[in-house]
């Protein structure tokens, strides 16, 4: 749940700083991004990072990781949003879903962490967190560099950013 001006100064630090970084210590390595699936900061990273490398003519992977069927990862937000007082309307969750379609449809690689999962599990809040765990562990344990996006104030959960950083 990122704001029009969170989204603009993580768009600014990703590629100011972050990004020449990252470039740098990859000495001509070729890049991967890793990233789940999830809305805010992950589909913010995709697109600004993706840009901005595809405008140096940076050669990179997208390897997504969805951690949970694309419906349930919208649902999930969804609910997300509406506990913390955000009003979701229809037509937002539709842009939603076509947003996590097109950024699944853009990696070259995606992990699917829900695949022989059992259904009786993911249909369980307990159960998808576990998933959106499982994620963070992949994300923490198999990149040479983790980013993310900490807001002040906000609670932790299990599976959410602060608990993976």
Same mark, same amino acid.
């Given at each position: 749940?990122?704001?029009?001006?969170?989204?603009?100064?993580?768009?600014?630090?990703?590629?100011?700083?972050?990004?020449?970084?990252?470039?740098?210590?990859?000495?001509?390595?070729?890049?991967?991004?890793?990233?789940? &699936? !999830?809305? *805010?900061? #992950?589909?913010?990273? %995709?697109?600004? @990072?993706?840009?901005?490398?595809?405008?140096? /003519?940076?050669?990179?992977?997208?390897?997504?990781?969805?951690?949970?069927?694309?419906?349930?990862?919208?649902?999930?937000?969804?609910?997300?949003?509406?506990?913390?007082?955000?009003?979701?309307?229809?037509?937002?969750?539709?842009?939603?879903?076509?947003?996590?379609?097109?950024?699944?449809?853009?990696?070259?690689?995606?992990?699917? &962490? !829900?695949? *022989?999962? #059992?259904?009786?599990? %993911?249909?369980? @809040?307990?159960?998808?967190?576990?998933?959106? /765990?499982?994620?963070?562990?992949?994300?923490?344990?198999?990149?040479?560099?983790?980013?993310?996006?900490?807001?002040?104030?906000?609670?932790?959960?299990?599976?959410?950013?602060?608990?993976?950083?």
């Amino acid at each position: 749940m990122l704001s029009a001006d969170e989204e603009g100064t993580a768009s600014a630090v990703l590629t100011e700083e972050v990004l020449p970084e990252i470039l740098r210590l990859s000495r001509g390595r070729r890049l991967v991004l890793m990233c789940g &699936l !999830a809305p *805010g900061a #992950d589909l913010l990273f %995709l697109r600004v @990072a993706g840009r901005w490398l595809e405008s140096r /003519r940076i050669p990179f992977a997208q390897v997504g990781v969805l951690p949970v069927p694309v419906r349930m990862l919208e649902q999930d937000w969804s609910h997300r949003a509406n506990l913390e007082g955000y009003t979701v309307s229809g037509r937002d969750r539709a842009q939603l879903l076509e947003q996590l379609q097109a950024a699944e449809s853009a990696c070259e690689t995606r992990i699917d &962490l !829900a695949a *022989g999962v #059992d259904p009786d599990r %993911l249909a369980t @809040a307990a159960g998808r967190q576990q998933q959106y /765990r499982w994620l963070g562990a992949v994300l923490a344990t198999r990149t040479d560099a983790l980013l993310a996006v900490l807001r002040p104030g906000i609670r932790s959960q299990p599976g959410g950013t602060s608990e993976v950083v």
